[in-house]
């Protein structure tokens, strides 16, 4: 009876191995404890995401808005500097060339490993014939000059001015990247609209399970020796 109990726990142990994986969480946000710079659809405020960790490329306007009943939500669109400008907001990890940043391995985020992009997003001003709104998880060198074919994105272009959207990018860490953005990118054709609203964000690291094979192989090892063990005792 005691041997079964053994065995029994070993079994779920080895189950476990299989269904758990090492997530960490790096960065949560719901804009919640932020200041309010702006008021309703209208908002302005360069850069008020910057307090959340947010890098503002090519003038990107930001603001922090409310729906009137205390839900806050961070704003982003295009600075309409010229017909075809683009800009981007973005939550960034990793060293650049010119001494910014910390190493990814200081944060986990290790080549192998994968990442996972969550956020929530509603279409503040429809965009216009020609521009992009994209979500987007990128992978670069320190200098930017080498853009990994890992990265992903998804289109906004067409969603709802209503309701929220919840949407999930994942990728896996490549060798070499030395520096991961995960953003709203925005680009403008002929000044047209183009902003949304972003709320929930959160951006986690899982590092791989053991390859089954070899899981395998450690567990039915244990097994046999706890096996044989209490054959001997008995």
């Not at 919640?32 to 702006?38: A, F, K, M, P, V």
């Not at 990890?93 to 200081?106: E, H, I």
């Not at 896996?172 to 990118?185: R, Y």
């Not at 054709?189 to 791989?208: C, L, M, R």
Request: charged share 10%; hydrophobic share 45%; glycine share 12%.
């Amino acid at each position: 009876m005691k041997m079964k109990k053994v065995l029994m726990s070993l079994m779920v142990a080895f189950v476990g191995l299989f269904a758990t994986s090492n997530a960490t969480v790096l960065y949560t946000q719901d804009f919640q404890n932020g200041t309010l710079t702006g008021s309703g659809v209208g908002g302005t405020g360069v850069q008020s995401l910057a307090q959340f960790g947010y890098s503002v490329y090519n003038g990107a306007n930001t603001a922090i808005e409310s729906d009137g009943n205390g839900n806050y939500y961070g704003k982003a669109w295009n600075s309409y500097w010229w017909s075809t400008a683009d800009s981007a907001i973005n939550v960034q990890y990793g060293a650049d060339a010119w001494g910014g940043g910390s190493a990814l391995s200081t944060y986990g985020l290790l080549a192998g490993n994968t990442v996972t992009y969550g956020i929530d997003t509603k279409i503040a001003d429809a965009v216009g014939a020609g521009g992009t709104l994209a979500l987007t998880l990128r992978f670069f060198t320190a200098d930017f000059g080498y853009f990994f074919p890992e990265s992903t994105s998804v289109s906004l272009v067409g969603e709802s001015t209503t309701d929220w959207t919840r949407h999930t990018l994942s990728a896996v860490i490549p060798v070499n990247a030395q520096i991961i953005q995960f953003g709203l990118f925005n680009q403008i054709n002929n000044w047209s609209a183009g902003a949304a609203f972003i709320d929930n964000v959160q951006i986690a690291v899982t590092s791989p399970v053991p390859e089954p094979s070899v899981a395998s192989l450690l567990a039915f090892g244990a097994l046999g020796l706890v096996a044989t063990r209490l054959r001997r005792r008995s």
